[in-house]
């Protein structure tokens, strides 16, 4: 049974870069596609990316030039970077996983990300 | 890009009632790769139907999917306390804008 827990900041200054963690246990990272979600009240549930199982990115294109996905296999972790963030990414931002790709079983708790000066 | 529309926003219904939940996708849903969760206040999405009609592992059998093509549906025949919630379809990186389940 995987489990994940996202990490975040909290509080992030507007034009800043966003990093976020999620930590993964219970599961082999290279059987699971690694998915970064969001969820704010005026854009509903949105999909960032992935990182599928042959370690390759998928992203969203409405985010693709501010976003980076990264799995660090040593340290069970499935990392987002995303740059130059506005209040407009003010969001529940979410892990997932699934070993299909196509939708996800596995969800993390969520980590809630304010974009404020 | 597939927009998806779930109907209705919302639906008003006592315990022990049936509920039947509507997505409708702009363009063909190839393979039914249609996914259908359940989201409880304070909660990170569920997964309960993929491929439009299969239940999720643990997932009762209250629970049921249909549909192909562009037309989905999804069924809960008698609602339990736990299924007053929101209810969210998905297709690939799309999802519809949910349809609140609350009591009557």
């Known amino acids: 049974q995987v489990h994940l827990q996202e990490s975040g900041p909290g509080l992030v200054k507007p034009s800043e870069t966003l990093s976020l963690t999620c930590n993964i246990s219970?599961?082999?990272?290279?059987?699971?596609?690694w998915s970064w979600l969001r969820q704010s009240a005026g854009k509903g549930l949105e999909w960032i990316g992935h990182?599928?199982?042959?370690?390759?990115?998928n992203y969203n294109p409405s985010l693709r030039s501010r976003v980076t996905l990264s799995v660090d296999t040593s340290k069970n972790q499935f990392s987002l970077r995303l740059t130059s963030v506005t209040a407009a990414d003010t969001a529940m931002y979410y892990c997932?996983?699934?070993?299909?790709?196509?939708?996800?079983?596995?969800w993390g708790q969520g980590t809630l990300i304010t974009v404020s000066s | 890009e597939i927009v998806l529309t779930q109907s209705p926003g919302t639906l008003s219904l006592s315990p022990g009632e049936r509920a039947t939940l509507s997505c409708r996708a702009s363009?063909?849903?190839?393979?039914?790769?249609l996914a259908w969760y359940r989201q409880k206040p304070g909660q990170a999405p569920g997964l309960l139907i993929y491929?439009?009609?299969r239940r999720a592992e643990g997932i009762p059998d209250r629970f049921s999917g249909s549909g192909s093509g562009t037309d989905f549906t999804l069924t809960i025949s008698r609602l339990e306390p736990e299924d007053f919630a929101v209810y969210y379809c998905?297709?690939?990186?799309?999802f519809g804008q949910g349809t609140k389940v609350d009591i009557k």
């Open positions: 219970g599961g082999s990272i290279s059987n699971y596609y």
């Open positions: 491929a439009a009609s």
């Open positions: 990182i599928d199982r042959s370690g390759s990115p």
């Open positions: 363009q063909s849903v190839s393979g039914s790769y």
């Open positions: 998905q297709q690939g990186g799309t």
């Open positions: 997932a996983s699934d070993i299909s790709g196509a939708w996800w079983f596995f």
